[in-house]
């Protein structure tokens, strides 16, 4: 029983002669406590209904977490804050972008998307922490560390909203414009920067190293 369906009913006892507290208790179950406090707040002529407060709802309704589905189920790869601007247009009482993401999670909603990284085993992160263990003590003054990247120009990952015990094949765009960026550092500076759009095959690597390793070598 609720404390409103407790008042009310107190009231209704009141409003027919009953006063006795233990009298009303003994029909209702209502404790003796609860009794006292709503007979204290009719005799000062004040309600006993909750009065409204201002304010976002602290909890979010079975409507809003109907819609989220929905919206969810029609429109996988839709944003957060997507699904909470169509809940306010629906709703007056739209819950928060963090209230949305949390809901979305309770009604078994995952956002996922694809990972990309290099593939290391564990026998080839063993060998590597064995390779800098024996290298611990040696002098990499004379040395040049070079390494190059990849920079897409465009977004490769596409994510989208599934439940949480599927693993569905996520589309992902391959071979998107991109430019690479090959350079080396040495305690004595840095070598020249290379950027370039194509392959980085065999040939253009030794070019790479000849135009740029060696010939900041040979100033140093």
């Known amino acids: ?21 233990k009298e009303i208790s003994a029909k209702t179950g209502i404790p003796l406590r609860t009794i006292f406090r709503i007979k204290s707040i009719l005799r000062e002529g004040k309600s006993i ?47 928060s972008t963090s209230t949305v993401y949390r809901a979305t999670r309770a009604c078994g909603f995952n956002f996922k998307q694809p990972v990309m990284g290099p593939f290391i085993t564990p026998l080839i992160a063993k060998n590597r ?8 003590n040696y002098c990499w003054e004379n040395v040049f560390f070079t390494d190059e990247c990849s920079i897409w120009l465009n977004r490769r990952s596409v994510g989208m909203w599934t439940r949480a015990k599927e693993n569905p094949i996520l589309k992902v765009q391959r071979h ?24 980085f095959v065999s040939k253009l690597y030794i070019d790479t190293l000849n135009e740029c390793l060696i010939r900041t070598a040979d100033v140093y």
């Open 176 to 199: 998107t414009p991109k430019l690479h960026v090959w350079g080396g550092i040495s305690s004595m500076g840095t070598t020249i920067l290379k950027i370039f759009t194509s392959n």
């Open 1 to 21: 029983m609720s404390q409103l369906e407790q008042r009310k009913k107190i009231k209704i006892f009141i409003d027919a002669g009953i006063t006795s507290a």
């Open 129 to 136: 922490v064995e390779w800098c263990k024996d290298h611990v």
């Open 49 to 95: 209904t909750h009065k409204s407060v201002s304010g976002r709802p602290k909890a979010i309704t079975y409507s809003h977490k109907q819609s989220i589905i929905r919206t969810l189920n029609s429109h996988s790869k839709i944003s957060i804050r997507s699904v909470r601007a169509n809940l306010s247009s629906k709703y007056t009482d739209a819950p």
